[in-house]
């Protein structure tokens, strides 16, 4: 009945899991709540104090124009504007800014930090990401099978020897290592330099780019008292295109190579103890007599026509 079944599956598989999907939200909002609240109230009266000696400071300004002013900014930041330098900060449309910007709409991480503010850009970046992200999909998800058809034949390894199998599985951990430093590491320690943050803080923007989270509360080529190259936020685009093949890649890939050396080790670990035995020791199960097989000519003579071929 497909009641039945609707009302099994729900029960066995999809009700845990809700249940657990639901625990894992209540828990992270738990957690940010303790962690963070406490800053953002600290902030918020910093913040109110500064107003506070503006207007002390420059008595010619009432409450009513600092608010107006205040708010100036916010719509200027939020067309993508930063309130920090003069008019001669870099453009933010340039087609460096352009192609990252692009990155970022077909990756669907979206900072949040720029967005476009004509009517005809928010209709052509609604078409553009309709096709754009089905399209990012189809090309990691083909990228990721090429790249693991090329190096995840681990599940053939059993025909071949045992110090085969061991060199194979330790080059490819020496290929993922590798990959994950010029992918996961030595890109936050180049953006730490050049943005002046701490390694944490590359490392930490890193991780939600190629997460795809995105929050915008870093984001690469936006301080205006910094001189980029042109191509700076370009090769940064290209970084989050690698990276996110990269964990197309390593997601299925690194369990299959963790099983595989588990395997390895426990066939390592039999052959060690099946060699500590004495070579002429009785097996434990004593004489074919003494385990209740009765010895006939037909089966004497099978054996003996199997130990003959």
């Known amino acids: 009945m497909p009641g039945a079944w609707l009302c099994s599956c729900w029960g066995g598989r999809v009700l ?11 828990l992270g909002a738990t957690i940010f709540q303790l962690l963070e609240k406490q ?29 107006q002013f205040v708010q100036v900014i916010m719509e200027a930041w939020v067309k993508g504007v930063n309130p920090k330098g003069n008019s001669t900060n870099p453009s933010n449309w340039d087609f460096g ?8 709409v077909v990756t669907t991480i979206g900072y949040g930090n720029l967005a476009p503010s004509t009517e005809a850009g928010q209709v052509f970046c609604v078409f553009y990401a309709l096709l754009g992200i089905p399209l990012n999909v189809i090309f990691l998800n083909n990228l990721g099978t090429g790249l693991r058809a090329h190096l995840a034949t681990i599940e053939r390894w059993e ?41 944490g ?7 939600i780019t190629l997460s795809t989270i995105g929050f915008g509360d870093y984001v690469v ?19 989050i295109l ?3 093949a990269w964990l197309a890649l390593i997601l299925p890939l690194g369990p299959l190579l963790l099983h595989r050396c588990c395997q390895l080790w426990l066939l390592r670990l039999r052959q060690g103890c099946g ?9 434990r199960g004593g004489s074919i007599a003494a385990r209740g097989v009765q010895v006939t000519p037909q089966n004497f003579a099978t054996s003996k026509r199997e130990l003959g071929s």
Not at 49 to 66: I, P, S, V
Not at 168 to 184: D, H, K, N, Q
Not at 275 to 283: L, N, S, V
């Open 16 to 26: 845990p899991l809700l249940l657990a999907y639901v625990c894992y939200l209540l």
């Open 39 to 67: 800053a953002e109230a600290q902030s918020r009266n910093e913040f109110q104090l500064e107003k506070l000696r503006f207007l002390e400071n420059y008595t010619c300004l009432d409450q009513w124009a600092l608010e």
């Open 97 to 104: 800014s352009s192609f990252f910007f692009a990155g970022t």
């Open 159 to 199: 025909d071949q020897p045992r110090r085969s199998q061991l060199l194979r599985v330790l080059g490819l951990a020496l290929f993922l290592t590798l990959g994950t430093l010029v992918i996961l590491i030595f890109p936050p320690m180049v953006f730490s330099h050049v943005e002046g943050w701490s390694f």
């Open 201 to 207: 803080e590359g490392f930490y923007f890193a991780f």
């Open 221 to 239: 080529g936006t301080d205006p008292s910094k001189h980029y190259i042109s191509v700076y936020r370009s090769l940064a685009a290209i970084w």
């Open 242 to 244: 690698l990276g996110l």
């Open 275 to 283: 060699a500590k035995e004495a070579p002429g020791r009785r097996p």
